[in-house]
Structure formats: structure tokens, C-alpha cells
Nanobody, 124 residues
């Protein structure tokens, strides 16, 4: 069992930055690939970024490539999402998720555990 708690969301102006954190408790954080997803009002939850067990394996949704960066610190049981050059369309609840697999995945159904989400609001 893995418990995930996100933090770092908030209100920011367009062009600004935020760093989301996801702290994991439970066993063997390093065995899990980790992902970030987001859900805007009235829309389905969508993939944002993922990282495999190894920090060298990452994947990004096209609209965030070059602006967002996912990283992990296995010693701290934490995964991060650095978000730069934020746009109003990035406004959503951001969720952290853990998948019992080696490689990053863009698929919601591959993830076994989810956090409660943190709100990110980007004003124009």
C-alpha cells in the first residue's frame, strides 16, 4: 500500500512557476513509476508527466514539453513537478499517482495509487 500526498498548488499569474511535490509513504517507493495527471472542470483526467523507477526515464504530454519537468528523490520518497511558463489552460487539479512498474506510463489504468489532488490556478 502506498499513500500519496500532494502539495505546492496555488494561484499564479500566467508566465509564472510552481513546483508541486508528492510525498509517498508506505513500502518501497523506488519500485514504483510515478505520474502526474490533471483534471480541469468538466473535463476528463489527463496525463501530464511520468517518471520511471530510474530518473532517466521520463515522458511528457505534448503541451507541457519544455515547460514542465518531473523528477524524483527516492531517498525522500518524493516526486516533483516543476511547472514553468504557466498558462491559463494549465488550470486544473493536479494528481500524483504510483504505478507498480519499471517504466513511465501515460495510461491512467496503469496506476495503482492516487493522491487527493492539489489545485493549480493560473490567472491571465
Amino acid at each position: 500500500q502506498v499513500q500519496l500526498v500532494e502539495s505546492g498548488g496555488g494561484l499564479v499569474q500566467a508566465g509564472g512557476s510552481l513546483r508541486l511535490s508528492c510525498a509517498a509513504s508506505g513500502r518501497q517507493f523506488s519500485r514504483y513509476a510515478m505520474g502526474w495527471f490533471r483534471q480541469a472542470p468538466g473535463k476528463e483526467r489527463e496525463f501530464v508527466a511520468a517518471i520511471g523507477r530510474s530518473s532517466g526515464n521520463t515522458d511528457y504530454e505534448d503541451s507541457v514539453k519544455g515547460r514542465f519537468a518531473i523528477s524524483r528523490d527516492n531517498a525522500k520518497n518524493t516526486v516533483y513537478l516543476q511547472m514553468n511558463s504557466l498558462k491559463p489552460e494549465d488550470t486544473a487539479v493536479y494528481y500524483c499517482a504510483a504505478a507498480d512498474r519499471r517504466w513511465p506510463s501515460i495510461l491512467i489504468n496503469d496506476y495503482n495509487y492516487w493522491g487527493q489532488g492539489t489545485q493549480v490556478t493560473v490567472s491571465s
